[in-house]
């Protein structure tokens, strides 16, 4: 990249610095145990599930936050930080029923959702502050034998396939930001292919 296209991106306004006004659930500040309890009971998860993330909490207390990048920051102050939030509404069972804050977010990141209701062979799982608000093409893929919902709904839905999978790739105990995400996730895409 030449300087001269780097100066030019740098002092170009950033296009996705924008907030969305939507009213909010969200935790105090702080991590601990009872957070880790809240946030899975607020999921409606199984204790499998909750027993999971304390494991991953647990181990994360034990270990150090990597140093090895060249990279200089102030430290993360961890207890300041909310681990939770996500939009009041809860999640639409289509399209059409998302709030419109919502959707202008996603056509103001170039994912215009409205589009997605017409587009083929495209499948979205829209997550907004960590939550799944619509899923689209889940009965086209669902007649593939594919399994495409947020995580959430799998962990409802498919348990067995979730336990199975959960942590297979990256462990939750792989490293620092690997416990600490698996302990305090929200949701996500879930997508099994047989």
């Given at each position: 990249m030449s300087n001269e296209l780097i100066k030019e991106s740098i002092s170009e306004d950033y296009k996705y610095g924008f907030e969305t006004d939507v009213e909010q659930d969200t935790f105090s500040p702080?991590?601990?145990?009872?957070?880790?309890?809240?946030?899975?009971?607020?999921?409606?998860?199984?204790?499998?599930?909750?027993?999971?993330?304390?494991?991953?909490?647990?181990?994360?207390?034990?270990?150090?936050?990597?140093?090895?990048?060249?990279?200089k920051f102030n430290p993360i102050d961890y207890q300041s930080i909310s681990y939770y939030s996500a939009p009041k509404k809860k999640s639409a069972g289509s399209l059409d029923?998302?709030?419109?804050?919502?959707?202008?977010?996603?056509?103001?990141?170039?994912?215009?959702l409205d589009e997605q209701k017409m587009m083929e062979g495209v499948a979205v799982d829209a997550v907004f502050d960590s939550v799944s608000v619509a899923t689209t093409f889940k009965d086209s893929l669902k007649k593939a034998g594919v399994i495409f919902c947020s995580f959430s709904d799998a962990v409802k839905e498919h348990p067995d396939l979730v336990k199975k999978y959960l942590g297979s790739v990256v462990p939750a105990t792989d490293n620092y930001y690997a416990a600490l995400n698996s302990a305090v996730f929200s949701d996500g895409s879930f997508v099994y292919i047989p």
């Open positions: 702080g991590l601990d145990e009872n957070v880790i309890q809240k946030l899975s009971n607020i999921k409606n998860e199984p204790e499998w599930l909750f027993e999971w993330r304390l494991k991953a909490y647990r181990h994360w207390l034990k270990m150090t936050e990597p140093n090895w990048a060249n990279v029923e998302i709030d419109p804050e919502i959707l202008e977010t996603y056509t103001k990141l170039g994912i215009p």
